[in-house]
Structures are given as C-alpha cells and as structure tokens.
C-alpha cells in the first residue's frame, strides 16, 4: 500500500473492506495495549514451553537457547504466569 | 433473438422459485415462515429431485439463514434466501454486514406485518424497519414482475460495478399465494441473459484474503461512503439490466411507474401489489371525469430522487399511500422519503400521506376513490394533520 492506511479516500478503500494481502495484522502491534507484561525468572524455567502453549494470542516466542519471552503481540493478559509450572513467571507493570 | 417461454398458470412464490431454479442459485439458506413459505419449500424439492444443482442449507434460524448466505456468497457461490416478517427482523444485524461485505445474495421478502400483535397478514412494516440495511431493494406488483425481478437481481447484484446484495420485496398473501398466468422463460434463455457468477473477492486457501475485518475511526466513515456510492451509482446498472431484459422479453421497467398519469393534477403514489387496485381506482376516477394519475414506486433503493420529480411533474397534489407506520415519526416512510425528495424544488406538488393496508387489512378501489377525495378536500382546505390514518376507526 502506497499510502499509509488512514490517509486512504472513499475511492481507494478496497471493496467490501477485504484485505487481500495476509499477515497484515503483524504490522498491528497489539501488545501495545498491555498495562502488564510477563518476566520469565531463567534460573527457574524448565524451557517447558507451557508458557508457549496457553498463550491465546502467539504473543510469546522461543529464544535460541530454548528459554522463552514475549513479543510485540502479548496484551499482558497474564495466563502464562497463571499455568507455569514452576512459577517462574510474574507479571510485571508496563513503565509510562 | 428468439426468446423461449411457456405461458402458464402458477402460485407466485413456485414462479419465484423456479426463477431462482433457471437462475442457477449454488447455494440457499433458508428457515421457513409464513407466507414466504411455498418458495423456499419448492426451491427445497427442486434440490432434492435433483432439478437445481444447489446447496440446501437447513438452518434453525433466519438469523443463522443470513450468516449462511454471507459465508457461501463469501465462497464464491451464488446464493439465495428468503423471508418475512419475525424471520427478516431476526436476521437484522447480518444484513448491514452482507452489504458491507458487498456480497450479492439475493433475497425475497414476502412483506408481512411485524408483531405486535401478531400478524401474519400483509403489509411493509417488515421491510420499512430494514430501510438502512445498505441493500438494493425493489417492489413487485405481480407474478410476472416477481419473476422477472428474481432473475434480474443477480444480474445487477453481481455486476463488478455493484456488488451489493438485494432484496425483491413481494407482498405476502396477496401476491405471494395468488395464482397467476405468467411467461416462464426456458434455461438457454436465462443462461445467455445471466452468466455464471464471477466473483470479486472469495474465500480461497490458495489466494488468502481477510473479509470482515474490522475498521479504525479512520477509515469507517470512508467505507460508509464507498457503500453509499456503489449503492446511489447501482442505478446506472439497474437501469442498463432492466432495458437488456426488456429488449428481450417486451417487458420494460422503470424506477417509478407511471399509470394514466398524462394531464393527472392529482396523482397517486404506491408500492406494491396494491398498485393494481389503485389502477382500476384511477379508472374509476377518470371515468368521473377527475385528472387523476397513479406513480407506482418500484425501486426503494437507491430511491430514485430524479425519476420521481420527473414523474411527478404538473400535479398539483401528491397522494403517497404507506404500508407501514413510523410511530412518533414525522411521517410513514415512503412519505417522509417522497417529502424530502420534492422540499428542494422551487414548485413542487402539495403532499398528503395515507396509512393504508396495515396488518392485511382489505384495500379496495373504493378505498383509494375515499381517499382522494379526503385528500382533495383536505388540500382545499388546508391539511389538518401531518398524514392520515385511512379508514381507521375511531
């Protein structure tokens, strides 16, 4: 798209609000709402991955190195923190 | 071109269904109700001879019957519902959505009053409450034109220059249930007038694309607009349909139709099958030597603001008979539409409404004859009311 989005007119909207191109909400940074986030404690992660599993939203990823942290997608809804098994998890408040 | 088709006597709603039969629908989600009933029940048989190659998606609800028909429009298929009354109400929510899908379902309504209290009888309180659903919307009089209109709806819905879904308003009843004689057309006939659908936008795992997406303040206004012009510039097609189906079977269309209307001071405006009783009324009245016409409103949406003032031209007064109430409102629908449409003029005919036929209520010629009259009388000396309620007791 060669204009940004909210520049476009009623002629240049696309048909039916269709987005042809996939993958367009990668560009939409939900985690931007969060007010939490998750901190993983490594000295107690057992690279699991049930973090992983239960997040609703794919906002966790897997580092090289097997642990896991958040990415630009987590909303800090805070069901990983709630279902690690070791506790390793705490939900830390977004700074201003 | 030689046209094939067989003059026969049918129920309007199998005449219906068989259009929807010749115009090959691929997909059809329907919940039964009275009096669109016999329609969908046909089109139901046809599927399960073997006669229409189409999915029939039994629902158990209109509110599902519209979300079906918004997923396999979305996949591509030619699709077709049908409903009245309770069933179209339910449906409400999705009917803003499928427009602003711009997916080109075509749907009946066999208009019937709205509860309460219950009522299974005629009338456009339905539909009226539906005004605003974005949707193309006609108005039937007769079993041919119910026909006619079935086949020609795809046709404009699915053109690229418009794209929106339709509704064929009939009214329930008393046109939905009569026995009519009417020109079938034959299926190469139809094939060649209506190709198969091409779609703009489809569901497809091999070209993925998101429908229903959500939109930021920013750009929800500008999708409102968009919706707004395709649906004011789908009379261009409209128009451009209606004249290829009258070069091919003789039978033209026009937005407003006109009926005696040359040297008329005092004209009649209606929609529906009502129209045809308001003819034999205007018979009457000319025979009493009184310059009356008859417009008869055959396209609701887009309302067609510029064939209106053109056909309305040289009268003095302008009857508009609604078939549903606005209550608390300024005036019945068609009124307060017809209103709006003639207030920018610098001359413009004096305009009384009427309320007539709510909830099936017999209308006969000597109802719109009373009503001219009161209205003439009225006219002379000065309305006492915004709109009348005709024959009302009490």
Same mark, same amino acid.
Request: charged share 20%; proline share 6%; net charge negative.
């Given at each position: 798209?060669?204009?940004?989005?909210?520049?476009?007119?009623?002629?240049?909207?696309?048909?039916?609000?269709?987005?042809?191109?996939?993958?367009?909400?990668?560009?939409?940074?939900?985690?931007?709402?969060?007010?939490?986030?998750?901190?993983?404690?490594?000295?107690? &992660?057992?690279? $699991? @991955?049930? /973090?992983?599993?239960? *997040?609703?939203?794919?906002? %966790? !990823?897997?580092? +090289?190195?097997?642990?896991?942290?958040?990415?630009?997608? &987590?909303?800090? $809804? @805070?069901? /990983?923190?709630?279902? *690690?098994?070791?506790?390793? %998890? !705490?939900?830390? +408040?977004?700074?201003? | 071109?030689?046209?094939?088709?067989?003059?026969?006597?049918?129920?309007?709603?199998?005449?219906?269904?068989?259009?929807?039969?010749?115009?090959?629908?691929?997909?059809?989600?329907?919940?039964?109700?009275?009096?669109?009933?016999?329609?969908?029940?046909?089109?139901?048989?046809?599927?399960?001879?073997?006669?229409?190659?189409?999915?029939?998606?039994?629902?158990?609800?209109?509110?599902?019957?519209?979300?079906?028909?918004?997923?396999?429009?979305?996949?591509?298929?030619?699709?077709?519902?049908?409903?009245?009354?309770?069933?179209?109400?339910?449906?409400?929510?999705?009917?803003?959505?499928?427009?602003?899908?711009?997916?080109?379902?075509?749907?009946?309504?066999?208009?019937?009053?709205?509860?309460?209290?219950?009522?299974?009888?005629?009338?456009?309180?339905?539909?009226?409450?539906?005004?605003?659903?974005?949707?193309?919307?006609?108005?039937?009089?007769?079993?041919?034109?119910?026909?006619?209109?079935?086949?020609?709806?795809?046709?404009?819905?699915?053109?690229?220059?418009?794209?929106?879904?339709?509704?064929?308003?009939?009214?329930?009843?008393?046109?939905?249930?009569?026995?009519?004689?009417?020109?079938?057309?034959?299926?190469?006939?139809?094939?060649?007038?209506?190709?198969?659908?091409?779609?703009?936008?489809?569901?497809?795992?091999?070209?993925?694309?998101?429908?229903?997406?959500?939109?930021?303040?920013?750009?929800?206004?500008?999708?409102?607009?968009?919706?707004?012009?395709?649906?004011?510039?789908?009379?261009?097609?409209?128009?451009?349909?209606?004249?290829?189906?009258?070069?091919?079977?003789?039978?033209?269309?026009?937005?407003?139709?006109?009926?005696?209307?040359?040297?008329?001071?005092?004209?009649?405006?209606?929609?529906?099958?009502?129209?045809?009783?308001?003819?034999?009324?205007?018979?009457?009245?000319?025979?009493?030597?009184?310059?009356?016409?008859?417009?008869?409103?055959?396209?609701?949406?887009?309302?067609?603001?510029?064939?209106?003032?053109?056909?309305?031209?040289?009268?003095?007064?302008?009857?508009?008979?609604?078939?549903?109430?606005?209550?608390?409102?300024?005036?019945?629908?068609?009124?307060?539409?017809?209103?709006?449409?003639?207030?920018?003029?610098?001359?413009?005919?004096?305009?009384?409404?009427?309320?007539?036929?709510?909830?099936?209520?017999?209308?006969?010629?000597?109802?719109?004859?009373?009503?001219?009259?009161?209205?003439?009388?009225?006219?002379?000396?000065?309305?006492?009311?915004?709109?009348?309620?005709?024959?009302?007791?009490?």
């Amino acid at each position: 798209m060669s204009k940004p989005w909210d520049q476009l007119t009623w002629q240049e909207v696309e048909i039916g609000g269709v987005l042809t191109e996939p993958g367009t909400a990668r560009a939409y940074r939900t985690g931007d709402w969060r007010s939490l986030h998750p901190v993983w404690d490594q000295r107690r &992660c057992i690279k $699991c @991955g049930v /973090c992983w599993t239960v *997040c609703p939203e794919a906002g %966790i !990823s897997e580092l +090289p190195d097997g642990y896991f942290d958040m990415n630009d997608y &987590c909303k800090g $809804c @805070g069901i /990983c923190a709630k279902e *690690c098994v070791t506790g390793c %998890i !705490s939900m830390v +408040p977004e700074e201003m | 071109m030689a046209v094939k088709a067989s003059r026969v006597g049918m129920e309007v709603s199998i005449a219906v269904s068989i259009a929807v039969q010749l115009a090959r629908a691929e997909a059809i989600a329907a919940y039964p109700i009275t009096p669109q009933t016999h329609i969908v029940e046909h089109l139901s048989s046809l599927v399960a001879n073997g006669e229409l190659d189409a999915e029939f998606i039994t629902v158990e609800s209109e509110h599902s019957a519209m979300s079906c028909s918004v997923g396999s429009a979305a996949a591509g298929a030619r699709t077709y519902t049908a409903t009245s009354s309770q069933g179209l109400a339910l449906m409400h929510e999705i009917l803003f959505i499928a427009s602003a899908m711009r997916l080109p379902i075509v749907m009946t309504v066999a208009n019937r009053a709205l509860s309460g209290p219950l009522s299974i009888w005629n009338d456009h309180g339905d539909i009226m409450a539906e005004r605003d659903i974005g949707w193309i919307q006609y108005f039937v009089e007769n079993g041919q034109e119910a026909f006619d209109h079935s086949i020609m709806a795809f046709k404009v819905a699915e053109d690229h220059r418009v794209l929106l879904p339709t509704i064929v308003n009939l009214d329930g009843f008393i046109l939905s249930h009569v026995v009519e004689a009417q020109e079938i057309l034959d299926q190469e006939t139809v094939d060649r007038f209506l190709p198969p659908l091409v779609p703009y936008h489809r569901l497809d795992p091999d070209k993925p694309v998101t429908m229903g997406a959500f939109a930021m303040p920013e750009l929800y206004t500008e999708f409102k607009l968009a919706h707004e012009m395709a649906l004011t510039r789908s009379f261009e097609v409209i128009e451009a349909v209606w004249q290829e189906w009258g070069d091919l079977t003789g039978r033209r269309y026009r937005p407003v139709e006109r009926y005696r209307t040359d040297g008329a001071r005092v004209l009649l405006l209606i929609m529906g099958s009502l129209g045809e009783v308001a003819e034999v009324a205007v018979d009457e009245l000319r025979a009493e030597g009184l310059p009356v016409g008859l417009l008869k409103l055959r396209l609701w949406r887009p309302f067609p603001f510029a064939a209106l003032r053109e056909a309305m031209a040289g009268a003095d007064l302008l009857i508009v008979c609604d078939r549903a109430v606005s209550l608390g409102g300024a005036a019945p629908p068609v009124l307060a539409e017809v209103r709006s449409a003639l207030f920018p003029l610098a001359t413009r005919p004096q305009v009384l409404g009427y309320l007539v036929g709510l909830g099936g209520r017999d209308v006969q010629p000597g109802a719109f004859k009373d009503v001219v009259r009161h209205a003439q009388s009225e006219s002379q000396k000065g309305p006492s009311q915004e709109f009348y309620w005709a024959g009302a007791r009490g």
